[in-house]
């Protein structure tokens, strides 16, 4: 029974710090403190979002660009995922004693996804009203003013709907190492006469956790996140933590859940709770509590 | 009997090229079309350089380094792993018919080689005077000029020790997937208190794909370089191809080697020779003929 846990993008960059390697690997190391007891035994799969890494990275395609080619947003996601994965090798090993080991992972999505018509996740730099026009017209792009600071690329977030390494990973579980992967939601390609191909875009990471939980007939997913449990009314003076919800339930709580935030959580949830799997949604600070059942949001059939 | 094929530059970037992801695709599928009868079955392992991209990599972090933090140079090798594991899985999964999985390298040093003493090995773009003194007061870098071009940071090229995720390839090769590892060769990492930690330098990818082969047990090793085989007298007219050598015959030639180039090729010959096993050395138009014992340079105990 495989447990598969998606680190939030504070347990790797904390709020207000800029992402270099120390601060990363000291973020990382207080995550791993307080996830020692879940990685030291059994079958473990470790997820992470890579937000904060992209678009630094996006950035330095764009100040570097008269010079060096920028490489497409499919590739600077396996660079993300390079990254991350060695940050989280060296903090995670110690704590976990036993092997860590990161795959590359690449997730398919349908070319025909709705996603695909309206682009709709900012990623990158900001540009100028020029600048914007100009990556319209020479790379195809998309871009949207965001009110005050300029244009800002978008990208389709399609749904996620297989994890290509899959049986990889199941079989480094199987030799006892940890794995991570599908990091940043994974590398996104689409499927043409049998051959994968990258494609610009993003997948949410706990959809493909989520995913990913139920190819390896996993029936435990941990989401971490910055938020210590699910609410109804979240932000209200009737805010109401929720403490287990069935599939049917979550799902009748989505409209009024924020969108790119928490209604992607429990919609991986829902998914993995169809499937006969329990999610768990928490943060680092309530884990402890949530894990004896007094904290956090569980989400099953 | 794994085979352990190592991709030089030009396999992935083609002399006069820049990098883009077009470009490296284009060259791969060549490259593959190539290895194609030998990726189709039995244990397969892919190695591969990255002086190019990480050179690009070190670009770019430099060149966004007042508004993004630039990564140590370990991690750019990990980002570089992700980028070009990415990029071959795209071309070689549909020549070879089954998974390809790219796995996150690490390669233990001695943080007391004698190579820390004296960095040899430029790396990354070239600095004006006063750039060049900054980085040697801010980053505690090491940098040595260049007849005309300015100033370049040196980093040392240690030996390696052992291959950290070796267990996790046998792992997957023995799932009957190729294994895509020790990109630009591997990450360097020293060992403390039984605790890794990345380290700014690089490791010759022939001598870590020839350690990799041993660990593997495996018994053959193929670099693919520029030229077709090992030459006597290289450059002059009395230049001799040199079709079979014993580990001994090829220490004798060392010291007409040229360093940064062939010399480490037939290093990392030698010491797989030793512990039983068999280098070809030889080009991607030579393949062939050197598969039928006609062109490269074997090197055997």
């Known amino acids: 029974m495989t447990l598969v846990i998606a680190l939030g993008g504070n347990a790797i960059v904390r709020a207000g710090e800029r992402g270099t390697a120390a601060e990363q690997l000291a973020a990382l190391r207080d995550t791993f403190a307080v996830l020692a007891p879940l990685v030291r035994e059994g079958a473990v799969v470790i997820t992470h979002g890579n937000g904060p890494q992209v678009g630094n990275e996006l950035l330095r395609q764009e100040r570097a660009a008269d010079e060096v080619p920028p490489l497409p947003l499919w590739l600077a996601v396996a660079q993300t995922q390079g990254e991350i994965g060695a940050l989280i090798e060296s903090e995670l090993a110690p704590v976990a004693e036993r092997a860590v080991v990161c795959l590359l992972t690449h997730v398919r999505v349908d070319a025909g996804?709705?996603?695909?018509?309206?682009?709709?996740?900012?990623?990158?730099?900001?540009?100028?009203?020029?600048?914007?026009?100009?990556?319209?017209?020479?790379?195809?792009?998309?871009?949207?003013?965001?009110?005050?600071?300029?244009?800002?690329?978008?990208?389709?977030?399609?749904?996620?709907?297989?994890?290509?390494e899959v049986d990889a990973?199941?079989?480094?579980?199987?030799?006892?190492?940890?794995?991570?992967?599908?990091?940043?939601?994974?590398?996104?390609?689409?499927?043409?006469?049998?051959?994968?191909?990258?494609?610009?875009?993003?997948?949410?990471?706990?959809?493909?956790?989520?995913?990913?939980?139920?190819?390896?007939?996993?029936?435990r997913l941990l989401i971490l996140t910055e938020v210590p449990a699910v609410y109804r009314a979240f932000g209200t003076e009737?805010?109401?933590?929720?403490?287990?919800?069935?599939?049917?339930?979550?799902?009748?709580?989505?409209?009024?859940?924020?969108?790119?935030?928490?209604?992607?959580?429990?919609?991986?949830?829902?998914?993995?709770?169809?499937?006969?799997?329990?999610?768990?949604?928490?943060?680092?600070?309530?884990?402890?509590?949530?894990?004896?059942?007094?904290?956090?949001?569980?989400?099953?059939?």
């Open 113 to 164: 996804d709705t996603a695909f018509e309206e682009p709709t996740k900012p990623i990158g730099p900001f540009y100028g009203d020029d600048q914007a026009k100009t990556l319209e017209r020479e790379r195809g792009w998309q871009l949207v003013e965001d009110a005050g600071r300029g244009f800002r690329r978008v990208v389709p977030s399609p749904a996620p709907l297989e994890i290509v």
């Open 238 to 301: 009737s805010a109401e933590e929720l403490r287990e919800l069935t599939a049917e339930q979550a799902a009748g709580l989505l409209p009024e859940l924020p969108p790119g935030s928490m209604r992607p959580k429990v919609e991986a949830a829902i998914d993995l709770a169809r499937a006969g799997g329990e999610t768990l949604i928490t943060s680092m600070e309530a884990l402890t509590d949530a894990l004896a059942g007094r904290a956090g949001t569980r989400v099953s059939r």
């Open 169 to 219: 990973i199941r079989a480094l579980v199987a030799s006892g190492a940890i794995a991570v992967a599908c990091g940043g939601g994974g590398i996104p390609v689409t499927s043409r006469n049998g051959k994968l191909k990258g494609i610009d875009a993003v997948i949410d990471k706990d959809r493909a956790s989520a995913l990913l939980a139920r190819q390896l007939g996993a029936t």
